[in-house]
């Protein structure tokens, strides 16, 4: 497939790698599973620089430092000897980073965690010795969010603080989702394109899927999902099993009913008989999965919030797949095909409205984009977009329908909110399937 995108990351990672020439670098790359981290950093450094890539599977250190030997002697052309651990080799190669200028990219860090966990003691502890001589340029790059983040930023633990840099890979932008989709398809029809961004919400491996089953009508992006030994009934599971670990049980009754519309904490607690507090300061600030939402103008510390989903593919699996995973295990994939069918236009007017807002986003013109609900759960406003430079503010109401789309109920909702705005120019908008 074709590499996309990623020229800002690219242009700030060769950055870094310059600056090596000078200085030991220590960057940290950070994304969600299968965003294109890897990818990424297999495409953005020059040739003229050695790259050596270590892969830090689940299995022996030994076992790893042979691997490891290999890609050095191959790349490097040094022969460093045997080491019976890792931390051995990390020190012979910043010794040797003093002399010869070379990338070293330590891909899934956090497995490490697993495989000795002492290890990033004695990382700490070497670099912290050569790194001031050194001409390394060291990243390191990791897939389960949670591990990655107390790794480095938890002032706990030993390298709190040394990673120079960090670069978080995100999903693609509208924008490109959208170049992807018309270079494979070009007579691609706005409904397709909305379903193509709901199943993959920009995400790199699940374009790839979709691009090698040649699914880019709503059709084909349903019978790829709903096919038997799909890549995508399992994929929920499978990326935040090892996020989770043993209380994932709670975790996915928790995410399962605020993909339902479950997204206020009493309704979930209401529901489950047991306080979840806890899971959801989790999920939000330890997994960044959630995203708690208040409506605009509310306070910091107000309770009156939502949580969202905030992955498009994660929301779309606890809605129509967990939930029905005892129908997709006696292989009844027809049955919800047909719920999917059935719940189709109400589910994809919610992602229609995150569509829009990710798009206001990408042009930059906004300080501030938000929705807005009463105390009451009413007189929801879908988005409402603030240029406070400009002294701008836009109402938006976001329908499929276009005939469905009141200006003057917008209005009456906007009243109070309008009035506060006195000084500002006040508009008032309605976005539909047509102008995706």
Known sequence: MIFYDRENEIELLREIEKNSNNFAQMTLIMGRRRVGKTTLLKNAFSQTTPVLYFFIAKKNELLLCEEFTSEIEEKLSLSLGTFKNFAQLFKALMIQSQSKHFTLILDEFQEFANINSSLFSDIQNIWDTYKDNSKINLIFCGSIYSMMKKIFENEKEPLYGRATSKIVVKPFT??????IISDFHPNYKNEDLLTFFMITGGIA???????INNAFTKKKIFDTVYKESSFFLDEGRALLIDEFGKDYGNYFSVLSLIAFSKTDRSDIESILNMPVGGFLE???????????????????????????????FLNFWFRFIYKYRSAIEIGNLEYV???VERDYETFSGLVLEK???AKLIETKQFSEISSFWNRKGEDEIDLIAINEMEKKIIFYEVKRNKKRISIPTLE?????????YYDYCIEYKGLYLEDM
């Open 355 to 357: 569509y829009f807002r």
């Open 174 to 179: 509208i924008s490109v989702i959208k170049k």
């Open 205 to 211: 491996k699940y374009i790839e899927q979709l691009v």
């Open 412 to 420: 009456k909702k906007a009243t109070e909110i309008a009035r506060k």
């Open 282 to 312: 989790r999920l939000e600030k330890d997994y960044n999965i959630i995203k708690r939402n208040r409506p605009f103008g509310a306070k910091e510390g107000s309770r009156n919030n939502k949580y969202l989903i905030e992955d498009n």
């Open 337 to 339: 095909r047909n719920i």
